[in-house]
């Protein structure tokens, strides 16, 4: 699909400042973008790169102010202007054609919604719900009793496992793993005993797990992720953790069991939560964060053990300096060697 310049600051509700006939078929980024392309300035740090770009368009901040040789599209928020631009320009793809392949196996009381798409080799255990719309793709494996919400995407190798609920339009990348049993042993005579993970998992609407992340069961009771949780690849969320509304994790990070995170939370990538803790609504727990101990509502907190950001800034600093301070104190020290060798040599025997 394309656009002219002018039809494309249109629809975003933009101000178009030099020429508006120029065709748009591509989204790109500042250095990477040619002819035919829009690009955006989102972070005053890439500002530089607007005069080199190649572009055909460059969507800035209203109050933006520099040079190019690209036609310019000023709105009221360029990253989400980007966003809708590409939405325009390429539309997602649509869901895979109702129907189960031949392939499939399916537990003859497992219950199909309207309109649903089973994919090649996939397995629907006994009881197991899928509502309405709902793509099921290759491999993919839903557990006795679970049950899978409307208008819901799951891609290759996706695992649901028994008595999962998820709600409605969700989508679950390759090899996400829901409903694996919690890591829960008890020390025995020197041995692991396994505790049975007798719970469940329950996922909101609108929720996104990524690639290989993987949420375990609750030990009773259930884990929960609530409406619009965003969960990068290869993210762990252990047994009875509860991730409030609309919070966003990040790759790698680990979550240990029965902690809290609040809604609108958002946790950096490698980060990692402890075990019984809660992290408060708002906050921001920057990438690779060792949360030990709770965290206030609306706090930013990095480093390990994770502290507030500018005592944590302040920290790094200090620690920048020790070689300077290092050979401060051995001068220092030499210094004191040598008075004290003056003071010793000049007293009377």
């Given amino acids: 699909m394309h656009v002219t310049v002018a039809e494309l600051a249109r629809r975003l509700d933009g101000v178009l400042e030099g020429d508006g006939g120029a065709v748009i078929r591509g989204v790109a980024s500042l250095q990477e973008a040619t002819a035919g392309d829009v690009t955006f300035l989102a ?46 320009l390429r539309p997602p793809l649509p869901p895979p054609p109702p129907g189960v392949h031949p392939s499939a196996v399916i537990a003859p009381d497992a219950a199909l919604g309207a309109d649903v798409s089973i994919g090649p080799h996939c397995v629907i255990e006994a009881g197991a719900r899928i509502g309405a719309g709902t793509a099921v793709m290759a491999g993919g494996y839903i557990g006795a009793g679970a049950q899978i919400g409307a208008q819901c995407r799951l891609y290759p190798h996706v695992s649901v496992r028994e008595g999962v609920r998820i709600g409605d339009r969700c989508i679950l990348h390759n090899g996400a793993v829901v409903g694996s049993d919690g890591f829960g042993y008890v020390r025995e005579q020197g041995r692991w005993r396994k505790i049975p993970q007798l719970g469940t998992v329950e996922i909101g609407d609108d929720v996104e797990i990524g690639a290989n992340a ?71 727990v920057s990438a690779q964060a060792g949360v030990t101990k709770d965290v206030a509502p609306r706090s930013y907190v990095l480093g390990f053990p994770a502290m507030p950001a500018a005592k944590a800034k302040r920290l790094h600093a200090h620690l920048a300096r020790l070689p300077e301070w290092k050979e401060r104190l051995a001068a220092l020290e ?7 060798s003056a003071a010793t040599d000049g007293k009377e025997p």
């Fill in 43 to 88: 972070n005053p740090r890439y500002a530089a790169l607007v005069a080199q770009t190649r572009a055909s368009a460059v969507l800035v901040g209203r109050d933006w102010s520099g040079t190019t040789a690209a036609a310019v599209i000023r709105v009221a928020d360029p990253d989400r202007a980007c966003m809708q631009a590409a939405m325009l």
């Fill in 334 to 340: 030499q210094q004191i060697a040598a008075l004290r």
């Fill in 214 to 284: 993987t949420i375990d069961r609750a030990r009773f009771g259930k884990t929960v992720i609530g409406n619009g949780v965003k969960i990068d690849n290869l993210v762990q969320i252990a047994h009875n953790v509860r991730v409030g509304d609309d919070t966003a994790i990040a790759a790698q990070t680990g979550i240990a069991g029965s902690s809290t995170i609040g809604r609108r939370v958002q946790i950096g990538g490698q980060a990692g939560v402890g075990g019984h803790l809660t992290v408060g609504d708002d906050s921001v």
